[in-house]
């Protein structure tokens, strides 16, 4: 009898985890486990902002997947995936194609534009190395072009970012910190450089308990942070973005416009066929797609409703790892013919958003509220349990963070 094929798009928290998992679960002669993936390393996403703002060298965000996976179980492919083609279970990818028996779909996020006129065409996103490797260069570039050019342009000096959602506010926090780096190098003074947020809500942090994200506005505006809350971003041209606040357009040059307001899952779920909610594979309670008793959709790519509000859970890398551990259990099951599969059951341990390198809020362990240095310290422990948990003792030495007072 042939061993099933089982397939796993991306190495992001779910798609490696996933695989790390069933690597211990399956033995090579029950099945043949591959993972697909554009790049050669997965990435940590949550410090994605801290490699844009220029606080956090890439190089320590990506981590090799042929040093986490066991090549002798896991076959990694690098490839780009194309699409999924579930009626003939088969994956096209940019060099090939692959079939499935069991197909585990993890592709990440993309931007959601909202339809914003130029936002596409000139914001800068936060989606991947490349992505943050750009805008730390582009910022670099614009402060350095300021006394280059003979005419002063003061949109060089003007920073927009577009929501104040949880990695936009982390992204302010790092650039908040970075901002007197870069004036020093290239000889600005700090108090001609804009750091802006536009938001839709009347607060930022919108998910977040009032009372942290007041302390979270207060701590970003004690370091040159304006909040324009209650505003809708109207267009992003390369030069200037406009916005609508209380029924008046208002204009701000700027040559820098990071859009964080909003993300979707990979395209390929919709191109692909498969009944999607906003592009999310609403996913039955064993997190497989409804129709298919062979697809399992994690982290991005699937949408996991809260019972208790009725609402989507945030698709976090807390919930990505989690969302794994069921994903490979029943894949196992469904391999080895042992029994029911189980339903994924979220435990939401708290979220800690970083401010910077030395101030952080949180709420944790039934609403437990942390500020400062006691979020930071939890954040990093946070950081650092989960590359034990993907590459042990040696990942978290090479790759951890343990400058919790600096």
């Known amino acids: 009898m042939k061993k099933p094929d089982i397939v796993i798009l991306g190495a992001g928290y779910g798609g490696i985890m996933t695989a790390l998992k069933l690597q211990k679960m399956l033995n090579v002669n029950e099945a043949a486990i591959t993972l697909v993936n554009k790049y050669d390393y997965h990435y940590q996403t949550t410090w994605l902002h801290e490699n844009a703002a220029g606080t956090l060298h890439h190089d320590r965000t990506r981590i090799p997947i042929n040093d986490v996976i066991n090549t002798d179980k896991v076959q990694f492919i690098l490839d780009t995936v194309v699409s999924i083609k579930p009626d003939k279970k088969k994956v096209k990818l940019e060099n090939g194609d692959l079939n499935y028996d069991i197909l ?102 919108p998910g977040f308990d009032s009372q942290l994200a007041e302390y979270a506005m207060s701590s970003l505006e004690s370091r040159g942070v304006e909040f324009i809350t209650g505003a809708d971003f109207k267009k992003c041209e390369p030069d200037r973005i406009v916005y609508e606040k209380d029924g008046k357009e208002v204009s701000i040059p700027t040559y820098t416009t990071i859009w964080t307001a909003g993300v979707r899952a990979n395209s390929i779920v919709e191109e692909s066929g498969f009944d999607h909610n906003q592009g999310k594979i609403d996913v039955c309670p064993d997190l497989r797609a409804p129709g298919y008793d062979d697809i399992f959709a994690i982290g991005d790519c699937a949408l996991i409703m809260d019972r208790a509000t009725n609402t989507p859970y945030p698709p976090t890398a807390q919930i990505a790892v989690q969302q794994s551990d069921t994903a490979a259990r029943n894949i196992t099951a469904l391999v080895q013919g042992t029994g029911e599969l189980t339903e994924f059951e979220p435990h939401m341990l708290g979220t800690v958003a970083s401010l910077g390198n030395n101030d952080a809020i949180g709420d944790v362990f039934n ?40």
């Open 367 to 406: 609403n437990r509220k942390l500020f400062g240095w006691k979020a930071v310290i939890m954040k990093k422990i946070i950081e650092n349990r989960y590359l034990f948990k993907l590459g042990g003792w040696g990942l978290l030495m090479r790759k951890g963070k343990f400058n919790i007072f600096y």
């Open 104 to 205: 585990v779909i993890g592709l990440g996020f993309e931007a959601e534009t909202f339809g914003i006129p130029g936002l596409k065409e000139n914001a800068f996103t936060i989606g991947d190395i490349d992505s943050a490797r750009l805008i730390r260069e582009h910022l670099k570039y614009n402060f350095a072009m300021y006394h280059h050019e003979n005419c002063k342009n003061l949109g060089r000096l003007n920073i927009v970012v577009g929501g104040g959602g949880f990695t936009g506010v982390e992204f302010l926090g790092e650039l908040a910190n970075r901002i007197p780096e870069l004036c020093e190098e290239y000889d600005i003074n700090k108090s001609m450089v804009r750091l802006i947020n536009i938001e839709r809500e009347t607060t930022v942090l």
